[in-house]
């Protein structure tokens, strides 16, 4: 029963229950012999879907080297179930086997007891770099790094360098970058590896290296090491400390990663959601993560209700009002927040600053305004045409407008403001945006009806 | 006047007129001098923010290999301008100096003409690969590949292979892949530059040698590539056309920014404006990318505004529905959002699949409803406390309940169906959603208040 890897992966992708199916009928042979032809990355896949009994089997079924590549690309939250279907005495081997950095993202899944068991399960030599990785915040530089990488002194040549790669590469896998350090472990340059072969063996590593290169401190946050990544297209990145010291290093693969829950992150806010939600945690945990950010909205929402509150006589005297009311609102709601979304992104991006927020800020005036005007004459239309009311449509009309000029002005200025606070805009612009357009919609529309009530139809 | 590098960035972040006073009275060597010392993407944003007069001095100051690093690295929709400000006969050295796919970039985008200029100025050999690349639309594994790339024969030694990485060094810059192929020029596996520094010189290329890689057709669409970088850890991925010929490769530096342009794409969407979009574009523009879907949305909001117009005999005998229906719309658009974001992501993830769909949908309903039951308690105290009205409590309570209900619904379903459609879920559930939940909430509310009127004080 051997069949090609395309074949399982198509299985798994299309219909899993098939793919369990064969898994109950294979022998022990044939799942070692379909484990070593998919990549870790499919197997953690598996994994994560599998029953507890089915999972216990098949990781029994890992060689320690393939579990120690299939462990650390399980779904974080995942991770901790996965390790209690591990034999106890493997586990150890297993972590032996792995990146620094992939163990202390292991470890600080686990409960805090099971780390501790586990730390002190392991050699000296392994567990001390491994608590100083574990001292960094999760989402810092520090937290991004690996302890495994390539030493090599200033003054050796280029051919002990090749020795110095030969006899550490079992336990350094990626050697895209060898680091040269002088004898206190300040980092002095970086050597790319293309050079052992381009330059003569025999020149010293000083004469070849990179003398300019990029370092980041421990304890700067993921979202910047994200930016320098993609800014300066980096592969691999030295972490030092204030005076040199080189700490580890980040790869670009990791970095890739924090960039896809940077950008999810964005969306989750706006959504008034945490990240950490996943769509297979249990009803209690959504209502939990959900419900305070829905209380927050509703009093946003009572307090423009209240707005409306303020004309119930207009609203008496005109009811088709209250037709046409929730129109101007949701229209100011959507204007402002697609200038919210340019500007929250310019401001990422870096093309905003306050040296040009004026300009910024006129253009969506006018850009918002203009709008206004086109939707404007459009719903005064449709107004006139169902109510045969030309003062209704003006007024719909003029609301409009107005709506979408302060949709405009609070889409660019309350992110600005946020900014020049030094709070997030993604946090809390979408919520205030749509506050000040309901307030403001409501309050335009139906103030200027009853300014106009005498010549309402 | 020599400064130290980190006072420039800093000066450029912080107080670009004052860095720009700099410019004026430096002297062509003093900017030299400088311009050697920033990392082209940092030249890259000073060029971007320039005037046409200083930029010109600036381009012509830096040498053709600083250009040739600087221009891909500038904003695509500045790339036109910039390269006008470089002297005409400077430019064809500058492009030959640049990477394939940066120059396919570049050329994509300018004017039809000037781009058929600029290849035919180019010596055939260059050229040919250029047209090549050129054909293959910019947003797929063919637009994202440069043809920049070290093959051997799997029949030569590992000695051989140095000798070749020596001598194509100088036109491919990154080689930590060399890809082996046979003489049909069909590829055969890929050679870790570091293989070269571990095995024995005298060793073939074919027994040490990668002989399970990933490949991927020109075709494929580069959210599908972003994501093959991001699940397998891949650095550099060979492009085959479908009898297996290599045809170029993909680095993982220009995936980065796929991902974060498809990350970015999906919150300009769920905001309704174009990832084209820039702070800087003029007002016209704004107005041309917004007004349409502003339009969509009107349509929409009409629809809800017509659900209102059914109950207005309602509404004229209990003006004080009309403060708080929007609260019950509101609502559920928050809610039905929060379920679409948590669901969108897990279809992204490949946590949700058609599989796990009805439990996952159960799920949802439970805590939307949960949700809806503790958000209409509140309110129907609020009501009650406001109006003294214990049945207009009664009935926000059971509309909130009711509309969560469909918030959950439609916010998990809807996802669903897009993708059974085979429609990107983040393009259109977003207003799909907040339409059923108005049109939802405004009929329950009102609905609710027409069939208990009678009890209503």
Redesign the interface.
Known sequence: MSLPRSFFLDLIEKD??EFQAYLEKASDEEIKDLLEEL?P?DIA?IVEELDETKRTRLMALLSTELAADVLPLVEEHRQGEVMESIAEDKLPEIIDEMDSDDVADLLEELPEEEAQEILESLPEEESAPMRQLLSYPEDTAGGLMQSELIRVSPESTLAEA?QA??EQ?EEVED??NIYVVDSRGVLQGSLP??R???EDPQKKVSEVMEKKFFSIQPEVDQEQVAEM?????I?SLPVVDASGLLLGRIL??DV??V??EE??E???R????GLE????D???T??RM??P???F??LT??L??MV??LF?ET??KK??L??????V???GG??G??S????T??IAL????F??AKK?LL??L??GT??GV??GL??AG?AYWYASDMVLGLVLGLALIANLFVAAFSGTAIPLLLKWAKVDPALASGVIVTTAT?VAG?FSFLGLATLLMAWLL
Chains 1, 2 share one sequence.
Not at 277 to 280: G, N, Q, Y
Not at 340 to 343: E, P, Q, S
């Open positions: 899993f229950s990549h990355a896949d090749a790669i030969r590469s050697v895209q590896i293309q052992l072969i381009l990544f993609s800014k300066y297209d592969l670009v693969d890739v990663d960039i896809k950008a999810s964005d969306i989750y706006l959504a008034g959601t939600e996943h769509v297979t249990p009803a209690l959504s209502l959900r419900f950010w829905l209380l909205n509703l929402s009572i423009a209700a409306v509150g119930q609203l008496e009811v088709l209250a037709v046409f009311m929730p129109i609102a949701g229209m959507n204007a927040t697609q919210l979304a340019v500007i992104r310019g870096g093309e905003v600053t040296k040009n910024i253009k969506e006018l850009a203009l709008n086109l939707l459009i719903m449709v309901d409501f």
